[in-house]
């Protein structure tokens, strides 16, 4: 009897201690999880951010306003005459063998 | 006696918990969370509008709340100072709103764009927040603004959409307000480790327009162009689908920038194609052919005799250029506009009919178009309409209607004889990108198959023969209608002032689109034949190029 409450007493502090740390390393664990669930929303914040800055960008530089502008300054004017093709009014290239 | 005193007690005790616990119970809840918590709303972010070919008409910047925490700032005059001049606010005001007693959080400025919260940023102002409350972007700056209406602040200081789509689709487009709750001690700090519940905001959903942004940049740009060449005061472009009823353009003028529209008169925000009648004039015509033709008492090839002005309830009706054309068919009739031609078929159809024609193609009462601002003119009960007012109705005078009623009814006749609803909106996209989409509405049949294919056919006589002729574009059948109305005022007509408007659709064989043009008051000409008729073909020029419809 005197033995194994030696033993015990032996043992309880080592499981004690191993318990203690393993408290630790999971709370270290949960810690850095917190930390890097904290990181990876305000990333995800800042790309949101940025997705919608972009969107914004492109919406300005595809409106027909800007597209309007820039055509006139490389030089495009608005057509004045357009050239329909029906059917039988083929181009004769069109009816060449390939 | 002490028994009945204790029984009284206890009603009386029982009754004061149930008045605490369940009558006062919400308001004692919130009374008490106001006490232990200060709640700050998180905005949510307001759906986009975007178009079929989708590019986005309208969506939202970047742009936060500015707000100051008087605890945390040290010098309150200095801060004003630096904060007001950055972003142009009266000092004196941000100052004051700061050192109000017992206030630990102060809006300073809403909506403040990126550029000038970088800038503030920079300043690194202890006691200066930021946050995210987006505003509204128009990447093609005032296009369509009738139609989208503008968002403004309601009584709460919150978003809210007035007038055209951010008016009628309000509740889908501004979503659900989060909030950040965050418990205070008993001088209103709060509380370090205390609780905070926070409510993510529920964004709101987008709109997906019929609206096509180059055809309605098309209507917008030639509209512009011919209200100037003809000098008209006003003017407007409805362009629907006849088949879908979706609305595909719609432009008006004078119009405002839904930017800065609280510096335009608050008459500019209502949109006329939809809220504003005119009388439709001989473009009218069509509407009672298609009904006399229905009704079986007459057809194209039906002849009347046109021999003069003739005499209705004591007053003289003559064609619109005093013009008479002795025995004519009702194809003629269209092609020469002629009023006494019309009010042959009025008379033919008799009251009944032609009073329930003109409700059976839904005049009288709005279309149901998705758009704040609808409303109609009424039309006066059947005992109240005189014989002279059945035949000025019979061609388009003494009845008001407004251009989506008068654009729908003619998509009637386009389309195989169906009154469709019309809708500018044509699907709803949540967040998730989930589509919900907004099918087409046929409302029911006006006229038979073989009716609409008898008046399209008379319509494009009236196009390839009429007074307009000389500026269709060739190869195509274009169905349509002139129509000059005199603007009523004071009771009476004033000559000089009409309404000159064309109606039609293209091709007539399978119709892409049914468009109506409107011009009020034109200096160049007053009519619609030399106005608003050669406008509309300059935009049916440009549609059928996009379109990629060639000649036949």
């Known amino acids: 009897m005197k033995f194994i409450v030696s033993i015990v007493a032996f043992l309880l502090p080592i499981v004690a201690i191993g318990l203690l740390v393993a408290q630790i390393a999971c709370a270290n664990n949960l810690a850095q999880d917190g930390s890097t669930l904290k990181t990876l929303t305000a990333t995800i914040e800042t790309l949101a951010s940025e997705n919608e800055a972009l969107n914004q960008k492109i919406a300005s530089a595809s409106s027909l306003l800007e597209v309007e502008k820039k055509a006139i300054a490389m030089g495009l004017a608005p057509g004045k005459q357009f050239l329909t093709l029906t059917q039988g009014q083929y181009l004769v290239a069109f009816n060449q063998k390939r | 006696m002490v028994f009945g005193i204790f029984i009284l007690l206890y009603i009386g005790i029982v009754s004061r918990l149930l008045y605490w616990q369940v009558w006062a119970s919400s308001r004692l809840k919130t009374q008490a969370a106001g006490q232990h918590f200060f709640r700050l ?53 941000i100052s004051g709103a700061l050192k109000e007693p017992g206030r630990v959080w102060v809006p300073i400025e809403h909506k403040v764009e990126k550029e000038t919260v970088d800038r503030l940023k920079n300043l690194q102002e202890k006691g200066l927040g930021f946050e995210e409350e987006p505003k509204r972007y128009y990447p093609e700056a005032s296009i369509a603004a009738h139609l989208l209406g503008f968002v403004g602040l309601d009584q709460n200081g919150m978003d809210r959409g007035y007038f055209g789509l951010e008016g009628f689709y309000d509740r889908e487009l501004r979503g659900k307000e989060g909030s950040l709750e965050i418990e205070k001690d008993v001088a209103g700090n709060p509380i370090l480790i205390g609780q905070t519940f926070r ?46 009823g979706g609305i595909l353009g719609m432009a008006s003028f004078p119009s405002y920038d839904p930017r800065s529209y609280a510096t335009s008169e608050k008459e500019r925000y209502i949109n006329p194609t939809v809220a504003g009648s005119y009388e439709p004039g001989s473009a009218f015509k069509v509407i009672i052919m298609g009904a006399g033709i229905d009704a079986g008492v007459v057809t194209a090839q039906t002849e009347m005799d046109e021999t003069g002005p003739i005499e209705v309830g004591g007053y003289t009706i003559r064609t619109w250029n005093n013009q008479y054309h002795g025995k004519i068919t009702m194809t003629k009739v269209l092609e020469y506009s002629s009023n006494v031609g019309m009010v042959f078929v009025g008379k033919k159809l008799g009251r009944e009919k032609l009073l329930s024609a003109i409700k059976n193609f839904g005049f009288g009462k ?96 009236a196009v390839d023969n009429g007074e307009a002729k000389w500026a269709k574009p060739q190869g195509y059948r274009i169905a349509g209608k002139t129509g000059t109305a005199q603007i009523p005022v004071s009771g009476h007509y004033d000559e000089k002032k009409t309404i000159a408007s064309f109606v039609g659709f293209a091709p007539a064989d399978d119709p892409k689109f049914v468009m109506l043009v409107t011009l009020r008051e034109t200096t160049s000409s007053q009519w619609g034949s030399e106005t608003a008729a050669p406008l509309f073909f300059n935009i049916a020029k440009d549609l059928f190029l996009y379109w990629g419809i060639t000649p036949k």
């Not at chain 2, 060449?229 to 362009?239: D, F, T």
Request: glycine share 8%; charged share 30%; proline share 8%.
């Open chain 2, 41 to 93: 709303p998180l905005p949510p972010k307001r759906g986009a509008v975007i178009s079929s070919d989708n590019y986005p008409l309208v969506m939202n910047q970047q742009a936060y709340l500015l707000y100051g925490e008087p605890k945390n700032i040290q010098d309150i005059d200095g801060f004003a100072k630096r904060v007001g001049e950055s972003i142009g606010k009266d000092i004196a005001s």
């Open chain 2, 199 to 244: 409510v993510e905001p529920q964004d709101g959903r987008d709109l997906i327009l019929w609206i096509d942004r180059s055809v309605q940049a098309i209507a917008e740009k030639r509209l512009k162009e011919g209200m100037e060449k003809y000098g008209a005061k006003e003017g407007s472009v409805v362009i629907m689908d006849p088949k879908t």
């Open chain 2, 366 to 461: 709005p279309t149901d178009i998705d758009l704040e601002d609808e409303s109609s003119p009424t039309i006066r009960p059947n005992k109240e309409w005189y014989e002279i007012d059945l035949s000025t109705a019979s061609f388009g005078q003494g009845i008001a209607v407004t251009p989506i009623q008068m654009v729908r009814a003619v998509g009637a006749l386009a389309n195989g004889g169906v009154l469709m609803e019309p809708k500018v909106v044509k699907a709803i996209q949540d967040k998730n990108g989930k589509i919900a989409p907004i099918p087409p509405k046929k409302l029911r049949q006006v006229v038979s198959k073989k009716t609409a294919e008898e008046v399209t056919e008379m319509m494009v006589a």
